[in-house]
Every structure is written in C-alpha cells, then in structure tokens.
C-alpha cells in the first residue's frame, strides 16, 4: 500500500511538468484540432484567404519601402558636393 502511495505522490508532479512542457502544449493543441467540428473547415478557408490577401498585401509595401529606401540612398550618394554657404547679414 505504501508503494503505490510513493508512486502516487511522485506521478503527480511529473505529470505537472510533463503537461506544462512544450510537448504537453503540442498534444493539447492537436487533440482540440480533432475536435473541430466539420463546419470549422469554412471558417478555416476563410482565416487562409484573409492570411494569403495580408501576405501579399505586406509584400507590396515591402517592395514599396524597399524602392524608396533605394531611392533615397541614390540620392544621397549622387547629390553633388555641396558649396559653402555665403556668410550671412552679420548686422546686430
């Protein structure tokens, strides 16, 4: 009887630490993955287009930040030397 009480106590925190593990997160994760109703597949469609549309819309600002930033560096890189200013008005 002493045995299996030992075992019992000792069962206990593993299982807390196996369950509080990444790997306890992943089958967790799976299992309510089973339990989707089929009728989640529409709503599963639907989160995959407004995911793909973000996608390609972040895509095109990229591109678009990458061509300004290219932009700007040329311009930058190209600009003539710049002359000394004339002295101003010293008038007080």
Known sequence: ???????????????????????????AGRMERRGLSPGDDDLTSERLSYLEGEVERLNTEMRRLEEES????????????????????QSD
Do not use: H
Not at 4 to 14: A, G, Q, R, T, W
Not at 73 to 85: E, G, M, V, Y
């Open 1 to 27: 009887m002493i045995p299996m009480i030992f075992v019992l106590v000792l069962l206990i925190p593993i299982l807390a630490i196996v369950l509080d593990s990444p790997v306890g997160r992943a089958i």
């Open 70 to 89: 290219q932009f700007l560096n040329q311009l930058l890189t190209d600009r003539p030397a710049s002359k000394a200013l004339p002295p101003g008005d």
